[in-house]
Nanobody, 123 residues
Framework: QVQLVESGGGLVQAGGSLRLSCAAS????????MGWFRQAPGKEREFLAA????????ISAASVKGRFTISRDNAKNTVYLQMNSLKPEDTAVYYC????????????????WGQGTQVTVSS
């Protein structure tokens, strides 16, 4: 399995931006599709975006399309989530995950997860 470590979370005002990073180690990063999820208190884990092994294909949830952008740098073994126009309802713990099965949207299709990074958006 690949090991994943997220960073870049924090406190931001509504309308602001953050870029999350997820550094991978332990396996060949380019062999894995990657995804971002989030989980708010009392809610289920929510799919946000995913990217194919070579970065050529992406999928985004309707709730964040146009505001969040996933990208990856295979030379740096890192996947990113650029978040713009943040809203208080974006407050959650954000997780990156890897999938050996290819680009996916269901959490069950991702086999390694990071520890999460907290994002808090104030109104």
């Amino acid at each position: 399995q690949v090991q994943l470590v997220e960073s870049g979370g924090g406190l931001v005002q509504a309308g602001g931006s953050l870029r999350l990073s997820c550094a991978a180690s332990g396996r060949t990063f380019s062999n894995y599709a990657m995804g971002w999820f989030r989980q708010a208190p009392g809610k289920e884990r929510e799919f946000l975006a995913a990217i194919s092994r070579d970065g050529g294909s992406t999928i985004s949830a309707a709730s964040v399309k146009g505001r969040f952008t996933i990208s990856r740098d295979n030379a740096k073994n890192t996947v990113y989530l650029q978040m713009n126009s943040l809203k208080p309802e974006d407050t959650a713990v954000y997780y990156c995950a890897s999938s050996m099965y290819g680009i996916a949207t269901m959490a069950a299709h991702f086999d390694s997860w990071g520890q999460g990074t907290q994002v808090t958006v104030s109104s």
